[in-house]
């Protein structure tokens, strides 16, 4: 899908004079990409008549860039398909959290606790695993196995037939052991049946969990929205995460019809390995959807960056030295590509929240100010960080017009690079094809899904 709007948005580009006939057949491409990818029809007839509205050329003053227009429309209709307008709940630490886990069969649930559970203890969170599933044969086993290889642990019964007293058990052992994250794996059957239903309303009657979240397989596409209603209807699901996004082309159709049930999406699969598991964010998303950040291009854009031709700074990446000046280089080129947050997030380790927001061409005008004030030797530094101090940086604020705080604000940033090529110390490649493997293989694994 990313890559056939993409595409479109590229054609748009080529062509010398861009009127309504050009945009027309554009959004025409884009309601075709989106249609493959089982987003439902009625929702791009909407898409394309607000991207039409949203363009209107007469209204235009001149200068206008009309290209990036249309993709903040695109972009924009976009990001609200996936809106569920619903904020999802907050686990808060030093305190038991209780997740229920439903779902039907099949869907990734216990493989979804486990990521969960491992996800929430990397970050320094006390997680621990229910096997409420006395459905299925095997279920404890495969939970117990789950919660072995990332060490969270786990309670769960082989002998023990009720669920709800399962439930009950385990959630109360780890309430009591001062566990911060509780997630509780319920059985799930082949379809929307009675007897699941009923089991689900008696383990959530007597847990009273923090948070249901509900399981879905994301290939199933449009489909996801019935399945969504009718476990919304049984118990108070408050959010959803969407699993199995790794390779399937209808990832787009599954979540936008969850979004449009009003179910908050919290995470998403990408694999079968504990860590192929992300939090689910729209517009990044999006970013990658319309191909703004595009991993496929990445040589290209190595490229066209000129790293290739500047063995010199290849060179010294690979030692892990990374100077400002080298920053300022990259920032610079970055500026002329337009799509510097889609070109960071390429990057293993830099902070989205940092640098991906739409205004970081803004930022990085000021950033740019900014080093212009510094001295060759500042620029020059092995760790610039090394010689900074108040008077340097009331200086360089000084000379740039900018303020203190956002010198400060560039030093982060500058961390961030150096920390990141400095993990790539190394490994840091020769050739821009080889840049492509050494990026994160989940991202990777999402571009696939998306596209
Ligand atoms: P449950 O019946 O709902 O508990 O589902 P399971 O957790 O047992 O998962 C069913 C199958 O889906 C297993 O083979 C999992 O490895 C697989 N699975 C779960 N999540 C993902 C995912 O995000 N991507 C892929 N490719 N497979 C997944
Ligand atoms: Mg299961």
């Known amino acids: 899908l990313g890559s056939k709007i993409a595409g479109a948005l590229h054609r748009m580009t080529e062509s010398t004079v861009i009127d309504e006939e050009v945009v027309d057949q554009m959004v025409k491409e884009i ?17 394309q008549k607000k991207i039409k509205k949203g363009v209107d050329f007469e209204a235009l003053p001149p200068g206008v860039n009309k290209r990036k227009l249309v993709q903040n429309v695109v972009f924009d209709e976009l990001c609200n398909m996936l809106d569920s307008g619903k904020e999802p709940y907050r686990p808060k630490k030093g305190r038991p959290n209780v997740f229920m886990f439903v779902g039907l069969q099949g869907s990734g649930k216990t493989t979804t606790c486990t990521k969960m559970a491992y996800y929430y203890q990397k970050k320094g969170w006390k997680a621990g695993l229910v096997c409420a599933d006395t459905f299925r044969a095997g279920a404890f086993d495969q939970l117990r196995q789950n919660a072995a290889k990332v060490k969270v642990p786990f309670y769960g019964s082989y002998t023990e037939t009720d669920p709800v007293q399962i439930a009950r058990e385990g959630v109360e052992k780890f309430k009591s052991e ?9 059985s799930g059957r082949h379809k929307q049946e009675k007897a699941l239903f009923d089991e689900m309303q008696q383990v959530y009657d007597v847990l009273q969990p923090n948070e249901v979240i509900f399981v879905l397989d994301g290939a199933i596409g449009q489909a996801a929205k019935d399945q969504a209603i009718a476990f919304r209807a049984t118990v108070d699901v408050g959010s959803v995460i969407v699993t199995k996004l790794d390779g399937h082309a209808k990832g787009g159709g599954a979540l936008s019809a969850v979004a449009a049930t009003q179910c908050p999406i919290t995470f998403v699969g990408l694999g079968e390995h504990f860590d192929q598991f992300q939090q689910f964010e729209k517009m990044s998303f999006v970013r990658r959807l319309l191909g703004m950040g595009d991993l496929r291009g990445l040589a290209e854009v190595v490229k066209s960056h000129g790293l290739d031709k500047q063995p010199e700074l ?5 030692q892990g030295l990374f100077s400002m000046r080298d920053m300022r280089d990259q920032m610079t080129n970055m500026m002329k590509m337009g799509s510097m947050a889609s070109i960071l997030e390429m990057f293993p380790g830099l902070s989205h929240s940092q ?27 092995p760790d610039i960080r090394k010689i900074m101090n108040a008077s340097r940086i009331a200086r360089i604020a000084k000379g740039s017009g900018r303020s203190s705080r956002e010198v400060g604000a560039l030093m982060d ?39």
């Not at 309601?31 to 898409?47: C, H, P, Q, T």
């Not at 290849?314 to 690979?318: D, K, Q, S, Y």
């Not at 205004?359 to 001295?375: A, H, N, P, R, Y």
């Not at 490994?427 to 293989?441: G, H, L, T, W």
């Open 31 to 47: 309601g075709k990409a989106l249609i493959e990818s089982d987003v439902n029809v009625r929702l791009v007839f909407e898409i």
């Open 178 to 186: 001062k566990f911060e994250i509780i997630i509780v794996d319920t």
């Open 314 to 318: 290849m060179e010294r990446l690979t």
């Open 355 to 381: 640098l991906s927001d739409a205004d970081g061409q803004e930022k990085f005008k000021v950033f740019l100010f900014i080093m212009d004030s510094m001295t060759d030797a500042e620029l020059d530094h």
């Open 413 to 451: 940033v500058f961390k961030q690079f150096q920390k990141t090529f400095s993990r790539m110390k190394g490994r840091m490649p020769r050739n821009p094809q080889d840049m492509q493997k050494m990026i994160d293989p989940r991202i990777l694994k999402q571009m696939g899904g998306a596209g």
